[in-house]
């Protein structure tokens, strides 16, 4: 059968990973994990459908690095030798089933930070940081909200091995490579943000300093993983929040991401909820973080990944032949039809049946 001819299902390549499309499944929080953070058989399901759907790049949703960063309670954990193996149903899965041109897969590791569950996080067995989630200022989420524990140096530094050592899990795993997350007021956004970083140490007090937790945990994971092994980041270059990340000061995170050893970004925005627009109808309410995109392309050669409410063929067409972006990424739409890509290549090319309503949004 004839396939379409497209930019979109052109070959790219990220650090070397081979992929077969510009198409990128988008990280989201699957929900699907025992309290162990152990994948249950719906979540190596549900990768066996996106690889048989023809996704060229699938990003895990995100995986906690360290017990005090778990978000909820159903959240991948990838903070302990011994998930290793249940970790590698998941990079074995999509490997086996996306067939002879295979799809990548790379596992975002995060940490929630102030955004972290009081109730899952820190069990009994541990208190080092204590039950209160910790940020790298006791800034509340939201007004009247619990204060977060201030990070002390030794803990910035434990939370910053713990990404360099998750990192090298998921290579273990099996995994094509590792996306930092970096956006949505988690908490290297956190470290990032003028408004959630308050600190006047090393670690905070210029915009500089604010991205020193940035900088060291992608040193701490090339030491861990090698410089050949791919690393990804989602970076949120603005916050859409009171004192928060402007888009001059996120785009020039943007400038120094090759130097500091990262191979491809993704672009996106917001601190919290904002970050997903509902109702995306028309090709106009499309690509809504594409503005961003542009200012960031100014500063970088390194590949970058678009999100943002994508849902049509002939709009990602555009903005990878325009050269803003070299991937593109979505998630909702591959919620509804995780086949959507192969749909588009055998010539289907009416837009995704998403409409994002975010009735697939947990709450």
Not at 125 to 131: D, H, P
């Amino acid at each position: 059968k004839e396939k379409l001819l497209s930019i979109l299902f052109e070959a790219g390549n990220i650090a070397g990973l081979e992929l077969k499309n510009r198409l990128v499944r988008s990280a989201t929080a699957e929900r699907m994990c025992d309290e162990e953070g152990r994948p249950e058989q719906a979540m190596i399901d549900l990768y066996a459908d996106l690889a048989r759907g023809g996704v060229g790049l699938i990003v895990t949703g995100h995986a906690f690095v360290h017990e005090s960063g778990k978000a909820h309670s159903t959240m991948t954990a990838v903070h302990r030798d011994d998930l290793v193996p249940s970790l590698r149903t998941l990079s074995e899965v999509v490997h086996r089933e996306s067939g002879g041109k295979r799809s990548g897969v790379v596992m975002q590791i995060n940490h929630a930070g102030r955004k972290a569950s009081e109730k899952v996080t820190c069990p009994e067995r541990s208190r080092r940081v204590g039950r209160t989630p910790v940020a790298p200022s006791p800034v509340s989420q939201v007004k009247g909200g619990p204060r977060p524990h201030e990070l002390t140096e030794a803990e910035i530094e434990e939370l910053v091995g713990a990404f360099g050592r998750a990192a090298g899990r998921a290579k273990e795993a099996g995994f094509d490579g590792v996306q930092l997350h970096g956006a949505h007021g988690y908490l290297i956004n956190q470290f990032c943000s003028p408004a959630s970083n308050w600190r006047r140490d090393r670690w905070g007090g210029s915009s500089a300093r604010r991205l020193r937790f940035l900088e060291e945990v992608a040193a701490a994971v090339r030491d861990e993983v090698g410089d050949d092994y791919p690393l990804l980041i989602k970076l949120g270059v603005q916050d859409f929040v009171r004192d928060g990340l402007t888009l001059d000061e996120g785009v020039e995170i943007v400038r120094h991401l090759a130097d500091w050893g990262l191979d491809a970004v993704e672009i996106s925005c917001g601190m919290g909820t904002t970050s997903a627009r509902k109702d995306i109808l028309r090709p106009e309410d499309e690509a809504y973080f594409l503005p961003q995109a542009r200012r960031a392309r100014e500063l970088t050669e390194l590949p970058l990944i678009l999100v943002g409410g994508m849902r049509s063929l002939e709009v990602m067409e555009s903005i990878l032949e325009e050269g803003t972006a070299d991937f593109i990424s979505t998630s909702r739409p591959l919620i509804r039809e995780p086949d959507l890509p192969n749909q588009w290549q055998e010539g289907r090319t009416e837009p995704a049946a998403c409409i994002s309503c975010n009735n697939c949004w947990p709450g």
